[in-house]
């Protein structure tokens, strides 16, 4: 009886520690995604500006074919 009671303990102090590792894998988990959120965030500024970028070049292209001929 005692080594099933001391195998339970064991058992359950094993399974706290899983569940600790577990919240811990979760909270990077956590971090990850919202750094990855942000970095898409950025990622969709540079492209909408580039994109900005290039509508006006092709505007001052314009311009300068108009000025030249």
């Not at 102090?13 to 990077?28: D, F, L, M, R, W």
């Not at 509508?55 to 001929?69: H, I, N, P, Q």
């Amino acid at each position: 009886m005692e080594a099933i009671l001391h195998a339970s303990q064991v058992e359950a102090q094993q399974s706290g520690k899983i569940a600790a590792q577990s919240q811990n894998v979760a909270e990077q988990m956590h971090k990850i995604l919202q750094a990855t959120q942000e970095e898409t965030k950025m990622s969709r500024r540079v492209a909408l500006q580039s994109q900005r970028l290039s509508e006006e070049m092709k505007k001052d292209s314009v311009a300068m074919k108009t000025v030249r001929y």
